[in-house]
Nanobody, 117 residues
Framework: QLQLVQSGGGLVQPGGSLRLSCTAS????????MGWFRQAPGKEREGVSVMSSSGDSIRHADSVKGRFTISRDNAKNTVYLQMNSLKPEDTAGYYCNADWRAALNYWGQGTQVTVSS
């Protein structure tokens, strides 16, 4: 079965850190552009961080620049989102995405991140 399986997330205090993981099952992520998206209640899904298949191109939403880092480990078939200096406004469901030339596209099951004291 072709799928992305996410792990990580949870409840963290403001200023804390979390790392999300996204592991592919049934296919290799090596040739896929990878991205992390999030959706807060009542809001549209938004792009957080994206990385090209080669890793040469990385983009972050302005709201997370300097705080979030996207990385990939092709040997582990996994993409990560390291989130530091978390703020309450980062609270959302987070989803990983794998895209191959807009022809093949997969989503992870989502994981909740809650930033609250």
């Amino acid at each position: 079965q072709l799928q992305l399986v996410q792990s990580g997330g949870g409840l963290v205090q403001p200023g804390g850190s979390l790392r999300l993981s996204c592991t592919a099952s049934g296919f290799s992520l090596e040739n896929y552009n990878m991205g992390w998206f999030r959706q807060a209640p009542g809001k549209e899904r938004e792009g957080v961080s994206v990385m090209s298949s080669s890793g040469d191109s990385i983009r972050h939403a302005d709201s997370v620049k300097g705080r979030f880092t996207i990385s990939r480990d092709n040997a582990k078939n996994t993409v990560y989102l390291q989130m530091n200096s978390l703020k309450p406004e980062d609270t959302a469901g987070y989803y990983c995405n794998a895209d191959w030339r807009a022809a093949l596209n997969y989503w992870g099951q989502g994981t909740q991140v809650t930033v609250s004291s």
